[in-house]
């Protein structure tokens, strides 16, 4: 269902989820936030434009050897900007399993995320970045919480669930300072918000997992097109450490330090338009909002940065056949991005070892 209603949608998802830092900055701001970014930009594009349209030009170059078709051409690659940081959501889980493919037998469209990481200081790349990522599935279920996500889609309560799921690590806060509520950083979560306070209810991990970048910056990941829930448009998350903030334990999950970087990838209204027409994105009974009535798109989108992912097809007239998403993230390497997650992933023994014994994770196709 495509009904759009902005008005209503701004009070859900202010409602159904909790905002720690306030109401979604004015048009008025965005307009300031915008102008500012285009004078720090061009500053930046004069120093490293020809290296950045330089990596643009290869990957397109690689799209078109390998018969892609290009779906929407708008993208950061010939910028050097920092990306805005957005709330985590309160669906995060730390300790989920380091593994390329977190599609775990979910249906939908397949969806090869590429995504290049840079240092907005050097404009130069940022080398084995562990990159933990995770969204809902096509009818707006996350793992972990599929019963709280469920019941917030058909009108319940929102984030939420039993205690008795969560794993025996030690409980608190993880790591992370107070953002600074301005600019970039307006959307941060605070580190004192209550959005994440609730225990996963199942031990499910589908849609969630790390990946490592490599020495250019580069990482791949493999998933499917996310669906939406109420009071959100598409879209997909991601936490960013350094090399030295992250490690992998015995039992193949990840070991996380302090982030750099929490923010949403999102998705344009015109291929989701066609992406919900297919099984089983068309069995969601959710009211998807548009991007532009999403309340945190207006954050990661505010800065001067497109938000959106850069979608290519393989197949123009399958787009089940799958998509390749690219975007470019401009990282502060000086900035704590806060952990507002209080659980780790109950684990199973089975699909640990099986990570464990995999380097590298199948894809149903190929760039």
């Known amino acids: 269902m495509f009904k759009l209603t902005a008005a209503l949608v701004f009070a859900v998802a202010c409602a159904s989820q909790v905002i720690?830092?306030?109401?979604?900055?004015?048009?008025?701001?965005?307009?300031?936030?915008?102008?500012?970014?285009?004078?720090?930009?061009?500053?930046?594009?004069?120093?490293?434009?020809?290296?950045?349209?330089?990596?643009?030009?290869?990957?397109?170059?690689?799209?078109?050897?390998?018969g892609l078709s290009q779906f929407k051409r708008d993208a950061n690659d010939s910028l050097c900007i920092l990306t805005p940081e957005v709330t985590q959501g309160p669906y995060h889980i730390l300790?989920?399993?380091?593994?390329?493919?977190?599609?775990?037998?979910?249906?939908g469209v397949p969806m090869e995320l590429d995504v290049?990481?840079?240092?907005?200081?050097?404009?130069?790349?940022?080398?084995n970045v562990w990159v933990d990522g995770w969204s809902c599935n096509a009818t707006g279920v996350y793992s972990g919480y599929e019963a709280a996500s469920a019941a917030a889609n058909?009108?319940?309560?929102?984030?939420?669930?039993?205690?008795?799921?969560?794993?025996?690590?030690?409980?608190?806060?993880?790591?992370?300072?107070?953002?600074?509520?301005?600019?970039?950083?307006?959307g941060a979560d605070s580190s004192d918000s209550s959005i994440a306070i609730d225990a996963p209810g199942d031990s499910d991990n589908f849609l969630r997992g790390v990946w490592?970048?490599?020495?250019?910056?580069?990482?791949?990941?493999?998933?499917?097109?996310?669906?939406?829930?109420?009071g959100r448009s598409a879209h997909f998350h991601i936490k960013v450490y350094t090399e030295g903030n992250g490690s992998i334990a015995d039992n193949a999950t990840f070991i996380a330090g302090s982030a750099v970087h929490t923010g949403q990838f999102f998705f344009a209204d015109s291929f989701m338009e066609q992406v919900g027409n297919l099984t089983p994105y068309n069995t969601n009974t959710v009211e998807r909002l548009t991007n532009d009535d999403d309340a945190w798109f207006a954050y990661e989108n505010a800065e001067g940065y497109t938000a959106e992912m850069d979608i290519a097809v393989t197949d123009e007239g399958d787009i089940m056949a799958g998509v390749i998403g690219s975007i470019t993230v401009g990282?502060?390497?000086?900035?704590?991005?806060?952990?507002?997650?209080?659980?780790?992933?109950?684990?199973?023994?089975?699909?640990?070892?099986?990570?464990?014994?995999?380097?590298?994770?199948?894809?149903?196709?190929?760039?």
């Open 116 to 127: 290049d990481f840079i240092d907005i200081d050097t404009c130069e790349p940022v080398s």
């Open 331 to 367: 990282l502060n390497l000086t900035y704590s991005s806060v952990e507002l997650a209080n659980y780790w992933w109950a684990g199973d023994s089975e699909l640990s070892s099986l990570a464990a014994a995999s380097e590298t994770a199948s894809a149903s196709f190929a760039v």
């Open 154 to 186: 058909s009108g319940g309560t929102g984030a939420g669930g039993a205690s008795s799921s969560a794993s025996g690590f030690p409980s608190g806060t993880a790591g992370g300072q107070t953002s600074t509520a301005s600019g970039a950083y307006s």
């Open 95 to 107: 300790g989920e399993l380091v593994r390329q493919n977190i599609t775990q037998s979910q249906q």
């Open 20 to 66: 720690a830092h306030g109401a979604p900055p004015s048009g008025a701001a965005i307009l300031q936030r915008r102008e500012h970014n285009v004078l720090v930009g061009r500053a930046l594009q004069r120093r490293c434009g020809a290296t950045l349209a330089k990596r643009k030009a290869e990957r397109m170059r690689k799209r078109a050897y390998n």
């Open 212 to 230: 490592q970048a490599d020495e250019s910056g580069h990482l791949t990941m493999y998933s499917i097109v996310p669906g939406w829930y109420s």
